[in-house]
Every structure is written in structure tokens, then in C-alpha cells.
């Protein structure tokens, strides 16, 4: 049995509370309020009163609390025996206190409130300074994902920046749809096949062997054409650069 | 019964041929080989020689060869009373022959040899002059697709140009995504999961609702880190364009 305490109840932290809570071999033997979650940089916590280090022992501490405040939060921690690890992809596990044994455990996947996630094949990428905490988070991990990886942090810092690429910059593509469908009264979802299928080609296609389009075959009468309906000045750029980022990749002269 | 033929044997014809081919109300009486869908616009085309307009005349003509063919192998077609059809997102209707009824029937996805489609999610966007050929047209889509939806040239520029953003864009940041995997010998399988977890959430949330990252939250730390990382000239403009383009949609200052 792993005993599992969660620092931060945002939605890392609750998809994690829920995930552990149906594993037979973890117990969460604490979760700490969203106090701490979203406490402020300079803000001078009172832990004890929220019970950390008081009731039962964790194995490890998971802290799913934002990135500006796992320096302070762990801070709290330096006492602690257990294993403390932070969930983020950004930050390197040396933010954690030297005192303590530190370790990172960071799903890659993005969480929201309203869309259930199964943790079965999310890649979970760990980090630890000693041998027996990494192997207890390979056995936490493999606890709820089939795709466990040891990730040092300036690797798991390039993931996490292609992460922003195919996740943060891709929303704001869609975003992009959808302003021009709302400019003309069409509704959003008639994208929404386009957007499950171009996902989906990345299952069994290359992006290079997907890619189609007017920037792709070098069409530039429909490129102008498309600059010339963009209204927006910052879609407008959106469409230059990538139309030309494409044209460079696949070797179209502009 | 509809009978139907389909001139060009592309991922779009071949994809069209297949699934009418599955309904009861729709014969296919003629496929007009590739050789006229990969034509040159000089090429003189000897279209009797394919047996066009020769064998058992069709309800209509399907054209499902390239943007720039359009117009010349519909030439061809003006002398036939059957409704001619294109199935281009991005071409107006008028390009078609005056002389012939004309029309659009527009499949708003992404086409590919190797990924099966199931039509019946697809939104099919039809367009024609006259009222009964709109009918034929929308008898004909409701066989394949629920999602049957009358789009005029203008607007359906309009929805092309959204497509853009969310399918060639979008397959694009995947391309950078999985070109910073490959140069720190991280498989772009990691990012699966997040890529079809981030087209999966525009079913349940709006793009508004779905942004996380260190640009929506205005996190300048983060978005620096990830400058510094970014060795290739081309991915760090598209970093620094999409982060603002982020971060003034939601109201965080630079």
C-alpha cells in the first residue's frame, strides 16, 4: 500500500484524488485544502493549522498546486521524511528543498473540470534523486497508467514546451475557426469532425503525411484569397506565418 | 435511385466512390479515371476517349479533381444536362460552365489514403441555382450524413478558411511539437493522448473555457524558459505570435 497525500485541490489535484481513490494498492491519506492551492507568493501560511505534518505519515507528498507556488508550498515540507514531488512540467525538480527527498511526478495530459480523463494511457513522466523513490514512483504510476517514463527535468522541460505547441496553441487555433464561423453565423460544431479527424490521423500518420492545404501544395492564389476574407489583423498574421512556416517545411518557394 | 458520376479517382473521389457505394439509393454509373484529375491546365483532354458523356447518362456529375482543374474539366461537361457538381471548400459555384446546372457539394474533412472516414458525422455543405437540384443535392448528402447544410460560396470561403486554421494549422503544431520530441530523443507518442484529449474537450467546452498554459495565465516566467529553449528561428516566432495572440484574448498584458 502507497499512502498518498495531495497538496492542492485544483483540477490536477482532484483528477489524481479520484484516479488514486479506485487503485487497490494507494491510499490517500490526505488532501490538503485549496487554501494552499492558491495561496499567495508572499502570503505567510499557517500549515499546522491545516494539518500537514500532523495526522498520518504519507509515503510521499504529491503537490498539485500551481508553479509559482511549489518553491513555498514545499518550503513547508523541508522537515518531512517522505518523499515530496511536485506534478508540474515546467519546473525542474531542484525548486524542491535540498533537504528533503524530492522527485517529480508529472502527468502528460490537460485536465479540466468538465472533461473525465482515464489515466490508463496518459504518459506519466517521474524524476527522483534516489533509486528506491524512483522505483516507488514507477509503482505509484504504473498504479494508474500503462505508459510510466523516467524523464529528468530539462527533458521533461522540452515535452512540456511541445505540450504548449499541440495543446495551449492548437485551442487557439480552434479558437481562431471559431471566430471566423461566428463572423459568418455558422456554427462551431460543424468544425468539430475536422478537428476529431485531424487528431485522429495522428494515430496512424505522420504529421508530415497528413499535412494537405493550400500553404502545403503551394497554392498561393487560395492563400491570397483567405488574407484577403481575414479581417483580423492577428488572424491575419496567425495565417501569414504559419501559410509560410508549411510553404518552408515542405519545401514551397513562396 | 440516384445515379451518380464521379470524375477523379483522389483521396476524395475514392472516398466518395466507397461510401456511395454502401447506400441503397445511389448507383455510381461512371468513375472517370485519374488521369483527369491529375490533368495539367494546358493539357488538351480528350475526355470522349474516357468515355465521358458516352455510357448511361448520370443524375449528376461529381467533380472531385483538384481547385485548379475545376473550371477546365468542367468545360468539358457543358453540353451535358445533368447537374454538375465541385467539391471544393474554397471555389465559388460560378466557376462552373453557365451553360450547366450547377452546383457544390462541399464534405467539410480531411481526406487520407490510409484513415477510414464514416460519413455520417461529416457536415456536407451543398449549394445549387435552382431548387430542385438543391433537393437532388440534399437527398443525395442525407445518404451518406445527418449533418446536411445549405452554405453559399461566400460563406463557404468562409468555413474553408476556418478549416485551415483547425486542420492544416493545427497538423502543423503538431509538426513542431513532434520536431522538438525528435531533437531530444523523446518519442512523439507522449503526446498522443494530449492531442486527442485537447480535439476531445472542443466537444464538451468551448476554446474559451479549454485555454490553460503559461500564456493564458500571463505566466512571463514560463513563456521566456521556453524562448530560451527554442533553438529554431521559425518555432520561436510562432511561440512569441500565439502566446500574445493568447494573452490578449484574454485580457493578460505583455
Do not use: W
Not at 485544502?33 to 507568493?41: K, M, P
Not at 524512483?134 to 524523464?151: K, N, P, T
Not at 471566430?179 to 479527424?197: A, M
Amino acid at each position: 500500500m502507497i499512502r498518498v497525500a495531495i497538496v492542492g485541490t485544483g483540477n490536477v489535484g482532484n483528477h489524481f484524488a479520484k484516479a488514486f481513490s479506485k487503485t487497490k494498492d494507494v491510499r490517500i491519506v490526505q488532501v490538503i485544502n485549496s487554501r494552499i492551492d492558491s495561496l499567495e507568493a508572499d502570503q505567510d501560511l499557517n500549515i499546522q493549522k491545516d494539518g500537514l505534518l500532523k495526522r498520518e505519515n504519507p509515503d510521499l507528498y504529491i503537490l498539485a498546486v500551481s508553479d509559482d507556488a511549489i518553491a513555498l508550498v514545499s518550503q513547508k515540507l523541508k522537515n518531512t521524511k517522505s518523499l515530496v514531488v511536485h506534478t508540474s512540467g515546467s519546473v525542474a525538480m531542484k525548486v524542491l528543498p535540498k533537504a528533503v527527498r524530492r522527485g517529480v511526478f508529472y502527468p502528460l495530459q490537460t485536465f479540466s473540470k468538465k472533461s473525465e480523463i482515464d489515466f490508463a494511457q496518459i504518459p506519466i513522466c517521474i524524476e527522483a534523486e534516489r533509486k528506491e523513490d524512483l522505483e516507488l514512483l514507477r509503482d505509484l504510476a504504473g498504479q494508474l497508467s500503462d505508459e510510466v517514463h523516467e524523464v529528468p527535468s530539462e527533458k521533461r522541460a522540452h515535452l512540456h514546451l511541445a505540450a504548449v505547441f499541440a495543446n495551449n496553441f492548437t485551442n487557439h487555433l480552434y479558437h481562431v475557426a471559431g471566430e471566423i464561423c461566428e463572423s459568418q453565423n455558422l456554427p462551431f460544431s460543424l468544425l468539430e469532425p475536422l478537428i476529431q479527424e485531424t487528431a485522429k490521423k495522428m494515430t496512424v500518420l505522420t504529421s508530415r503525411e497528413a499535412q494537405t492545404g493550400p500553404a502545403r501544395r503551394g497554392d498561393i492564389a487560395t492563400i491570397s484569397k483567405h488574407l484577403d476574407l481575414l479581417t483580423n489583423k492577428e488572424h491575419r498574421e496567425i495565417y501569414s506565418l504559419l501559410s509560410q512556416a508549411i510553404q518552408k517545411t515542405y519545401g514551397e518557394k513562396l
